[in-house]
């Protein structure tokens, strides 16, 4: 990839410097399109936001603010991770089993199993079912199901009867398989794919919409207007799907397939901790919330517990918008195996309060189907959409974002060349 692209290149606008943006953005400069990122926040990475916690004794620990664990089956992921030059830490625990805070007399075992149940059943449905459709046949024990339902819920951010139940292969799956992190925080990822674009990509530049002139596309945004031959959206759902924060030239049709994507809610609160813990992992069924301590690059347990609560009502009854008072204690009564001390400083991340994000990632509705992936994923006219909420099969997903604006760019190139 060359410093700068050949003025006689096709001029591409990149909306968004998340990794979707990033990835999209990245693909073309190496086959030496005329790139530009514009990027609303001060720094790159967008929902991945790594920062580091004091803590007492153990100093310096990286938390992740947004994405944190690197699943199975994230080959965009590593691909670019081992490009740059990134490690993947084993968290030493994992994501997919959760301990029932309430109710331990409940293995994790049976809720995997019941998870599998619930998967299962939910390919017998002919119409993409929600997940509440396929719970509430499931004949099993009442509290497992509460369980299974508070975990599900939790991790696609929404509650179990706005998404469809093809949720349980990724977001909500239940084989204990292991889980990583990058070495020094998820957002190394994005800093070096920033770093390989240099100048081109231009941050605090928000736009506020693009139109077609022609066959150019104009991105208005706060440094003016601009000519473009295409433009990648790499924007969050939240402003795809809202003509006041963006508005662009959309199809009837491709509204109505958005208006079938939920949008998730969710908050994260790191709290630092004077000695180091073991790895562990937490929920609360009636709280909508987890808690865990994981390994980190150093090879040991990190002096910090993560905490997440998941779902609108969940983020709303938590009251984390006053605060993290209320998710705070409710944290500690799960907590009595670790000493909180209620002096350290917290870190306390709600997505829907970010103005860039306006909530945390998506999920597709009951009644999804292959032809809204379609749909959700094809160009209009020279504009190409990319960000987690298009990968047909990683929705909602750091490896999502990346493969989608890969899948942008190859596109563009496409079309470049027809
Ligand atoms: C709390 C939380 C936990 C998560 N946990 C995980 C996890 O464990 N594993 C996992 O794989 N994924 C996880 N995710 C999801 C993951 O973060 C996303 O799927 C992914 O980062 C989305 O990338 P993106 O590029 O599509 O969007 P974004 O990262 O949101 O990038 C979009 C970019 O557009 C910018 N932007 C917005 N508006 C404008 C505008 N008007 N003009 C210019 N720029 C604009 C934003 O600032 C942002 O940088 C989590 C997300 C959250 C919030």
């Given at each position: 990839m060359s410093d700068t692209s050949p003025a006689t290149q096709p001029r591409v606008a990149v909306l968004g410097a998340g990794l979707a943006g990033l990835s999209a953005a990245r693909t073309l400069a190496t086959r030496d399109f005329d790139v530009t990122v514009f990027e609303?926040?001060?720094?790159?990475g967008g929902r991945v936001w790594s920062e580091t916690i004091n803590t007492p004794e153990h100093g310096g620990v990286t938390i992740e603010r947004g994405a944190e664990f690197v699943l199975d089956g994230y080959e965009a992921l590593r691909a670019v991770a081992e490009r740059l030059g990134l490690s993947l830490v084993e968290t030493g625990m994992s994501y997919y089993v959760r301990e029932l805070a309430e109710t331990p007399h409940i293995h994790t075992s049976q809720v995997a199993e019941a998870g599998r149940q619930a998967t299962e059943l939910a390919q017998t449905f002919e119409v993409e079912p929600s997940v509440s459709d396929v719970l509430d046949q499931l004949e099993i024990d009442a509290e497992i199901k509460a369980g299974l339902k508070a975990r599900i819920e939790i991790s696609t951010a929404c509650e179990a009867d706005t998404v469809a139940a093809s949720t349980l292969q990724h977001t909500a799956a239940f084989d204990p398989k292991p889980s990583w992190r990058v070495g020094g925080g998820n957002q190394q990822i994005a800093l070096g794919l920033a770093a390989e674009l240099g100048e081109r990509v231009k941050l605090t530049t928000p736009v506020r919409g693009v139109s077609f002139d022609g066959d150019e596309a104009v991105v208005h945004s706060a440094a003016g207007d601009e000519r473009f031959d295409f433009v990648v959206v790499a924007l969050p759902l939240s402003f795809v799907n809202n003509p006041e924060l963006f508005h662009f030239p959309i199809t009837r049709r491709r509204r109505t397939v958005l208006s079938r994507i939920v949008q998730g809610h969710v908050a994260k609160l790191h709290i630092p901790l004077a000695a180091r813990p073991e790895t562990s992992a937490i929920m609360s069924v009636a709280g909508r919330f987890w808690t865990w301590t994981a390994m980190d690059a150093s090879g040991e347990v990190g002096a910090v517990l993560n905490s997440l609560v998941g779902s609108p009502s969940a983020v709303r009854e938590s009251e984390v918008h006053d605060g993290d008072g209320k998710l705070y204690a409710a944290i500690k009564a799960i907590r009595p195996d670790l000493d909180l001390d209620d002096d350290l400083g917290r870190v306390l991340t709600v997505w829907d309060e970010d103005p860039w994000a306006r909530g945390s990632f998506s999920s597709h509705a009951p009644g999804w189907s292959d032809a809204d992936s379609i749909e959700v994923g094809s160009p209009i006219g020279n504009l190409y959409f990319a960000g987690e909420y298009v990968d047909p099969e990683f929705t909602c997903l750091m490896e999502g974002a990346l493969r989608s604006g890969m899948k942008a760019a190859d596109d563009i190139a496409a079309a470049a060349l027809a």
């Open positions: 609303a926040r001060d720094r790159v």
